[in-house]
């Protein structure tokens, strides 16, 4: 059963990744001049940026299917080895998934920019409406240290997504939600 999650994983990734980029309304091109044309105001990413963000998914799940290719086999050989042959192919298998996280972390970065940035914005103030709910309960209970970690969370939530959009090249639009 283990050995078929990760392809069947990433199939259902890459059927998510179709279905949101294609499931986004067309974007105009608007000519500015002769040499520069950039797609209408907030209307999601051109056609061109979502077809190569769906080619650098399509690699990384390359990358993962032969990783996993590659390794595959090796449980039974595994008994007959010598401790020093274990332990490269402990590291190996680590190295292997260290790649892989860092292709997963990839994926979902290109899954993110496909969504587009209302879409992140509106996880994001929803998040942090159900944080503030809670912050308003605990400051009517007069339980001020938890208010206080709340709040604390808060800010580092909001970092966070700060952060994650400057990395995936948006800009943050103005929060929805009371501070």
């Not at 032969?66 to 595994?78: T, V």
């Not at 996280?101 to 509106?122: F, N, P, V």
């Not at 709340?150 to 929060?175: D, N, T, V, Y």
């Amino acid at each position: 059963m283990k050995r078929y999650v990760i392809p069947i994983v990433s199939i259902l990734v890459v059927l998510m990744v179709a279905w949101v980029s294609f499931a986004q309304p067309e974007v105009k091109e608007v000519k500015v001049s002769a040499e520069t044309s950039r797609p209408s105001r907030g209307r999601g990413l051109s056609r061109e940026l979502r077809l190569k963000a769906v080619a650098v998914i399509e690699e990384q799940l390359t990358k993962i299917k032969s990783g996993l290719e590659s390794s595959s086999g090796g449980r039974e050989r595994g008994q007959n080895l010598s401790d020093e042959e274990r332990t490269a192919r402990r590291e190996q298998y680590r190295k292997l998934r260290e790649q892989q996280q860092q292709s997963i972390a990839i994926i979902e970065d290109q899954i993110a920019k496909l969504q587009g940035q209302r879409t992140l914005q509106a996880k994001h103030d929803e998040s942090i409406g159900k944080l503030n709910a809670i912050r308003d309960l605990a400051l009517k209970e007069k339980a001020v240290e938890t208010a206080a970690a709340i709040e604390k969370l808060i800010a580092e939530q909001k970092k966070e997504f700060e952060a994650r959009l400057q990395k995936l090249g948006l800009q943050q639009a103005p929060s929805r939600t009371n501070n």
